[in-house]
């Protein structure tokens, strides 16, 4: 960080100024000139306000040249996060493929499509049982009961379980049952949420917002890792753009930029991405094939009667593909030099 002092700063002012910067764990080194009045900010700025820095009656500019995202950035922490999840690696190179329908609908349908996407390949399951929908009059998800499918799901096939937590509220029961807490586009900067998420003992996947930068995104990150939980999965769901034909346009730059500035893993949801069925095979390819860490997409045994999304849920055979094609692609990927 370097800070630029107004002309008319005393030597007292500037000392005490310093001193004030010094008191906050960093190192100040004078950088003035006959011209100017400079300060270099060496160390970790992370605590330091940089508005309230801004609005000191003494400084003219700030300029950030750190990122603010100290633990989940790579600097303080060079080597790929890896998290296991009952023996399941995400990142570090592992691949990893979550599927399951938009919504837990009823015992049976989480119950037959576990079994489908764990034979295709799966490694985890997702279903949402408390479900963010735009219209209140859509189907809102099962609540606990959904949850408790979930769980029988995944102890009949053995896959892990990913489920979303909408509100503080539902949290700790969420938490209950799922391995993975899934934390929507919609929420990504709910604080209250992520201050929560901070304080679970499972991992969190956190999903891109509608219309957030990737600094935002690895910003919300840093809430949950600062409030105790380095368990942080990041998920580009897509964000809007001015076109239509897709649902969302899925950032596929997203991922290389987030490997540069962060050690944590990261995944790509091609059915939210792009809203169409037809797309989810190639974008999923692209994905493991630009190194993101896996894939989560939505897969339906009657995509037509389903309850949410059925229009970008895959059919049961057309998975099946998905995953032989993603595992090619992941194997030249993981041998390349
Ligand atoms: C979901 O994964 O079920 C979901 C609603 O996704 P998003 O928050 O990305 O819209
Ligand atoms: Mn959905």
Redesign the pocket.
Known sequence: MIIVLKRETTVEERKELVNKIENMNVIVKDASSSESIVLGIVGDTSKIDVDQMRAHHNVSKVIKVDEPFKMAGRVFHPEDTIIDVKGNKIGGGSLTIMAGP??VESREQIIEIAKLVKKSGANFL?G?AF??RTSPYSFQGLGEEGLKYLKEASELTGLPVIT?AMSTEEFDLVEEYADII?I????MQNFSLLKKAGTAKKPILL??G?SSTIEELLMSAEYIMAGGNGDVIL?E??IRTFEKYTRNTVDLSAVTAVKKLSHLPIII?P??GTGRREMIIPMSRASIAIEADGV?V?VHNDPENAFS?GQQSLYPEQFDKLVKSVKRIHEVIITEE
């Open positions: 938009c919504s997702r949402g479900k963010p979303e899934q929507g586009a919609r929420n999903k891109r509608l998920c769901r897509g949801d059915s939210h989560i939505e999304d």
